[in-house]
């Protein structure tokens, strides 16, 4: 890849400015000053990017994986309404690239989501065909018991819905806390089910997503992941870096 492409696919600016910050001495790769925009760059030996002697982040390509923190009063939207967008909460660098988020969470629903630029993906991750776990926790305003929770197991028929959902898995770890995996992404889902079976959400917490949970990081907190082992005859499986 050209060093010139090479930045433009890192978030650092439009082609016009790219080369002029190569031709005016001001990108460094691996502490090395580059200034020939036309250098082919081999982007997995980069392991540092500087412009202008400030570091910059550095992109995993072609395709990049983000494991975000989401907290509350965040949309998962590019053109948000009435909150915040998830996306607002990484640097500017990467809000230059094409992000897409791996499915949705609520405004007011906190906890793991997936972003990428790779679509196939982003489809394998959020088809039902591919039944890929998501695992919830779920305040409830009312007190719970096996029976709420076999009923979840059995299914029930959501309001404006033909169609049965299950739940995967149905368990309370208190009373009041219940612990739901989906493998649908419904609108909704998780607070319609529960409604469905007598209940209410008062708080929701997505705490996995297939392979990957928090991770140790704070609401609001971002890191990559990378794509390393094959999954099935798609891509790659993703693995968190170290």
Partial sequence: MQLLKYLQAQGIGSRKSCQWLIENDCVAINGQTVNFPKQEIQPED??????????????????FYILLNKPAGYETSHKPRDYPS????????????????????DADTTGVILITNDGQFNHRM??????????????????????????????????D????VSANAAELSTPTTLLLT???????QVKRMVAAAGNRVEQLHRLRFGDWNEDGLAPGEWKFIRADEKIENKRTKIYLKS
């Fill in 161 to 164: 819905d033909n169609e049965i």
């Fill in 86 to 105: 998830i996306f607002s909460l990484l640097p500017d660098q990467l809000r230059e690239l094409d992000l897409q988020a791996v499915g949705r969470l």
């Fill in 126 to 159: 959020t088809s039902p065909k591919h039944k890929v776990d998501k695992l919830y926790q779920a305040c409830l305003k009312h007190p719970a018991d096996d029976h709420f929770c076999q009923t979840l197991l059995n299914g029930v028929l959501l309001h």
């Fill in 182 to 188: 989906i493998r649908e992404g419904k609108y909704h």
């Fill in 46 to 63: 980069v392991h540092t990017l500087s412009i202008d002697g400030e570091p910059k982040i550095v992109v995993p390509l072609p395709y």
